[in-house]
Structures are given as C-alpha cells and as structure tokens.
T-cell receptor
Framework: AQSVSQHNHHVILSEAASLELGCNYSYGGTVNLFWYVQYPGQHLQLLLKYFSGDPLVKGIKGFEAEFIKSKFSFNLRKPSVQWSDTAEYFCAVNGDDYKLSFGAGTTVTVRA | NAGVMQNPRHLVRRRGQEARLRCSPMKGHSHVYWYRQLPEEGLKFMVYLQKENIIDESGMPKERFSAEFPKEGPSILRIQQVVRGDSAAYFC??????????????FGQGTRLTVV
C-alpha cells in the first residue's frame, strides 16, 4: 500500500515570497502523483499531475512540481505567491489501482 | 455543467442518531468514491462504488457504516448510531471510469459532520 507524507502542516508567507511544499511517498511500483488545492469553502481541485515523461510538471496558477524518483519526492513550488493562494494543499499518490492516497495536507496562509 | 454535489454541507447529529450523507456525481459519471478527513489527517479512502455495486469497501469501518449507489438517485453514505469520533469531513468524488484521477475524477465540497 502506498503512503504519503507532507512535511509542513502550516506555512505562513508574505505576498511575492516563494513557496515550496514537500511531499514524499512510499510505494514500490509505478506511481501517478498529484497536487490538489482546496480554497476556503470550495471543493478539492486538481493543481497538477505527473504520470510519466518530463519530471518537471507545470500546473495551473503558476504552480509547478518536480518528481524526483530517487528521493520518492514530488515537491510543489511557486516562485511568487499571491494572497489568493491561501488554501490547503494536498499531495496524493495513485498506484496501480483506483485508490488515491493523500497526505495530511498543508495549510498555506499568504499575508497581504 | 454541475460538479459533484454533496449535501448537506454541514450536519450536526447527537450521539446515537443516524447520519445520511448524499453525493450526486457529475453527469455521466458512474463511479463514486467516498473519503473521510479527520482533523490533522489527510483524506482516507473509505469505499468505491459503481451503480448498484460496492466494488471496494476496505476503508469502511466494519460496523455502523454503509454505502450505496442506486440505479437512480445519489450515492448515500450512512452512519448509524454516530459517536463523537465520527466527526469529520466526508468527501465524495466521481469519475467516468477507474484510474482516471488525473483527468476524469472530480471532488465535491464535502459534508462536515459534527457529533455532539
């Protein structure tokens, strides 16, 4: 079974600061990797995903993530955050079945 | 195009009562997944259903919890005789088919259950 760990529970930043959220997973086989975002009061939305190919993945709203297979990591980055990026961010892993395993989530607060 | 609709958004129940959570998948989707999020934890898989069939309920507690996805109508997650530990956010997702998390699966806004 796969498991996912996110390094930070809560991150507080100022606008224009750079953001990096760590995600590590454990799974022996081929994985699909995802980052979801949940804005206050809204549903989970897919930010970006990695299935295969270029390990540097670009998503919506200026986010990107890098898959480093040797480190079992899929860290999320954004060079310059905005107040509207305040949300909860979830890393998720899907192995060779339909179960999507989530990390505990990181709450990001961006101060204006 | 309405997304995955869950209702109610908030549900308060006293210990011992029943909780019914509804999930209407996106139009055309026949696969439904339920997840539970406890405080300070990630979303945990509970059950995977297709129309009229439970495919995998390995994440469901053995007692008091049940789920269905009838031919007509929404999927229902039912919790009987609720206890305080059932307080959580319950999320539903739907997809066209299996394994389509990247492109086909969408989540609802969740139902926050509070047991008092």
């Amino acid at each position: 079974a796969q498991s996912v760990s996110q390094h930070n529970h809560h991150v507080i930043l100022s606008e224009a600061a750079s953001l990096e959220l760590g995600c590590n997973y454990s799974y022996g086989g081929t994985v699909n990797l995802f980052w979801y975002v949940q804005y206050p009061g809204q549903h989970l939305q897919l930010l970006l995903k990695y299935f295969s190919g270029d390990p540097l993945v670009k998503g919506i709203k200026g986010f990107e993530a890098e898959f480093i297979k040797s480190k079992f990591s899929f860290n999320l980055r954004k060079p310059s955050v905005q107040w509207s990026d305040t949300a909860e961010y979830f890393c998720a892993v899907n192995g060779d079945d339909y179960k999507l395993s989530f990390g505990a989530g990181t709450t990001v607060t961006v101060r204006a | 195009n309405a997304g995955v609709m869950q209702n109610p958004r908030h549900l308060v129940r006293r210990r011992g009562q029943e909780a019914r959570l509804r999930c209407s998948p996106m139009k055309g989707h026949s696969h439904v997944y339920w997840y539970r999020q406890l405080p300070e934890e990630g979303l945990k898989f509970m059950v995977y259903l297709q129309k009229e069939n439970i495919i995998d309920e390995s994440g469901m507690p053995k007692e008091r919890f049940s789920a269905e996805f009838p031919k007509e109508g929404p999927s229902i997650l039912r919790i009987q005789q609720v206890v305080r530990g059932d307080s959580a956010a319950y999320f539903c997702a739907s997809s066209l088919g299996t394994g389509g998390w990247g492109t086909e699966a969408f989540f609802g806004q969740g139902t926050r259950l509070t047991v008092v």
